[in-house]
């Protein structure tokens, strides 16, 4: 089992930006990381990815540009800096982990979740 603890949600204005942070309990070396959001009354949508071996990483296009993930291998941490933050970007925020590497932005791939992170963007 693998336990995904996130962090660094809240509260910020319009323009503003959040850092999130996914700690995992353990590191495997094939895995992929992603983000996903779910807002009230929409289905849960893949942010952003990272493959642990090589470093890809993948964005949606409605988050390219603004946010961006990265990682610190010693701390097994995966990280979500977004910037520019709108009010449409207002949901709960999960990072996931896929055991065999398959950096994807489709939520069903992934085999351990966190539980979430709020975040709100409002004025």
């Known amino acids: 089992q693998v336990q995904l603890v996130e962090s660094g949600g809240g509260l910020v204005q319009p323009g503003g930006s959040l850092r999130l942070s996914c700690a995992a309990s353990?590191?495997?070396?094939?895995?992929?990381i992603g983000w996903f959001r779910q807002a009230p009354g929409k289905e849960r949508e893949g942010v952003s990815c990272?493959?642990?071996?090589?470093?890809?990483?993948y964005y949606a296009d409605s988050v390219k540009g603004r946010f961006t993930i990265s990682r610190d291998s010693a701390k097994n941490t995966v990280y979500l800096q977004m910037n520019s933050l709108n009010p449409e970007n207002t949901a709960v925020y999960y990072c996931?982990?896929?055991?065999?590497?398959?950096?994807?932005?489709?939520?069903?791939?992934?085999?351990?979740w966190g539980h979430g992170t709020q975040v709100t963007v409002s004025s």
């Open positions: 996931a982990l896929e055991v065999g590497g398959l950096a994807t932005l489709r939520p069903y791939a992934y085999d351990y």
């Open positions: 990272i493959r642990n071996s090589d470093g890809t990483t």
């Open positions: 353990a590191t495997l070396r094939n895995s992929a």
